[in-house]
């Protein structure tokens, strides 16, 4: 079946480091996106990419890095220089080929990042 | 600029009861506008959208929710809630934003059900 798999589920990061989240999906949609979520503060768009090799800052991208070296996958670095990385992280994948599609987004699992 | 306003953070009824989830969104033209479902620890999953036509659109897991352009708003109802629809809510507008389609989320309504 298709799907988004992110991996891990849990991770757990040291003052300093930087760790990366996998996101992986084999529904062959162009556009991929990674959302950050806190409680009470719905979801937040970090980064997005709608073709191979670019992608675009969201809302919340200072902290965070991204590459879309292949159409399946999308991994988010989480920099030392994001402060606060707590938090439940989301990818999410749409086909966009018109804007009905563009909108209808597959989610993964999540992964939640706790710093230690 | 394109926002949704969920304004109850955290509702609780009993199983058996009606229930129904605000939603307003901000959208200067016609809205594409979803309902989405979240259990703890999980991603989201779609219970129902619209994009055109009937103002009434029915979704997965008996929900509903009904368009109302004049109020903006898209309220998600449920005619009897059982126990497994305790989660989180979130009511998105699509948006063309950044020459790109994107969803706008609300911040959740979370929802509990007692026995």
């Known amino acids: 079946d298709g799907g988004i798999t992110q991996s891990p589920k849990y991770l757990f990061r040291k003052e300093g480091q930087n760790v990366t989240l996998s996101c992986e999906q084999n529904?062959?949609?162009?556009?991929m996106y990674w959302y950050r979520q806190d409680p009470g503060q719905g979801l937040r768009l970090i980064y997005y990419?709608?073709?191979?090799?670019?992608?675009q800052k969201g809302d919340i991208a200072e902290g965070y890095s991204v590459s879309r070296e292949k159409k399946e996958s999308f991994p988010l670095t989480v920099t030392s220089a994001q402060k606060n990385p707590t938090a439940f992280y989301l990818c999410?994948?749409?086909?966009?080929?018109?804007?009905?599609?563009?909108?209808?987004?597959?989610f993964g699992s999540g992964t939640r990042l706790t710093v230690v | 600029a394109q926002s949704v306003t969920q304004p109850d953070i955290h509702i609780t009824v009993s199983e058996g009861a009606s229930l129904e989830l605000r939603c307003n969104y901000s959208y200067g033209a016609t809205p594409y506008l979803f309902w989405y479902v979240q259990s703890p620890g999980q991603g989201l999953q779609l219970l129902l959208k619209y994009f055109s036509g009937d103002t009434l659109v029915q979704g997965i897991k008996g929900f509903e929710a009904e368009f109302k352009r004049s109020q903006s708003s898209f309220n998600l109802r449920k005619p009897s809630v059982h126990w497994s629809d305790a989660a989180e809510y979130f009511c998105?507008?699509?948006?063309?934003?950044?020459?790109?389609?994107?969803?706008?989320f609300g911040k959740g309504t979370k929802l509990t059900v007692n026995p």
């Open positions: 529904l062959n949609h162009d556009a």
């Open positions: 998105a507008v699509g948006a063309r934003m950044g020459g790109s389609e994107k969803l706008v």
């Open positions: 999410a994948s749409t086909d966009i080929k018109n804007r009905r599609s563009a909108y209808g987004y597959t």
């Open positions: 990419s709608q073709i191979v090799n670019d992608f």
